[in-house]
């Protein structure tokens, strides 16, 4: 089915990057077998940059997500994030980087089902190693960010797929990152909901966030001002608009 794509956004990026990736390689071995996911990867991506990640499964796409969400660290090469070389940092200060650098949102939303959406968007905030005194007023205004501040009070299970994906973005959103991970956030909804959400996306880069978007469709990688395709473990092409 065709979505709607709209005019992506400005092209906001500072000279500062924000990804650094220099040379990454990551080997899986399972058994007496070992199998190369990422192979001699180097890119940076800019603070306020868009950028659609692409390629079929098993291309590498997924790994290197990990990799830039400080959820693995590589068998060889550096990977930094904010100026952080990932590899050097403690796993407390891993937990940290991914609280509060980074937000992250899913193909399936991850939300918990029995639990208002105010609550959801909670969650990081009160994992956080300093806990904020005003932890419902961020929540609240992350979900009026998205347009839910009518829906606070809504289970999970009462919302529909596109509201549950933006309770996953409020809760992405609420600890301020500067960067937002995304996984085929639109995989599981319609054609108007996806453009909806991208359009949110959108919106949120153009407030200065990196977006960094992981997507098979082409149209939704339309979006992005950047578009960088991998395929067996390498980047294949890095095109700008």
């Known amino acids: 089915m065709e979505k709607v794509v709209s005019a992506p956004a400005p092209h906001v990026v500072t000279a500062k990057p924000i990804i650094v990736c220099e040379q990454v390689c990551k ?78 949102v899913f193909q399936q939303f991850n939300l918990l089902a029995r639990t208002t959406a105010l609550d959801n968007v909670k969650l990081p905030l009160l994992y956080a190693s300093d806990k904020p005194d005003d932890i419902e007023e961020r929540a609240e205004d992350a979900l009026k960010t998205v347009g839910l501040g009518d829906r606070m009070d809504h289970m999970s299970s009462q919302l529909s797929g596109g509201q549950q994906q933006r309770v996953a973005i409020a809760r992405a959103l609420v600890n301020e990152p500067k960067i937002i991970l995304a996984d085929e956030p639109t995989g599981a909804l319609d ?31 339309d979006y992005a001002r950047r578009q960088i395709h991998f395929r067996d473990g390498h980047v294949v092409e890095d095109r700008r608009r």
């Open 27 to 104: 080997d899986y071995v399972t058994g007496a077998v070992k199998v190369r996911a990422l192979d001699n990867v180097t890119l940076e991506i800019g603070q306020g940059e868009f950028v659609a990640i692409m390629g079929a499964s098993g291309s590498g796409k997924s790994t290197f997500m990990n990799m830039v969400g400080a959820l693995d660290t590589p068998t060889s090469g550096t990977i930094s994030i904010n100026g952080s070389n990932i590899a050097a940092m403690t796993s407390d200060e891993l937990a940290e980087l991914r609280n509060e650098t980074i937000g992250f």
């Open 191 to 221: 054609t108007h909901t996806s453009g909806e959400i991208m359009d949110l996306f959108t919106h949120l880069n153009e407030s200065g966030i990196t977006i960094v978007l992981v997507t098979h469709e082409p149209d939704i990688a």
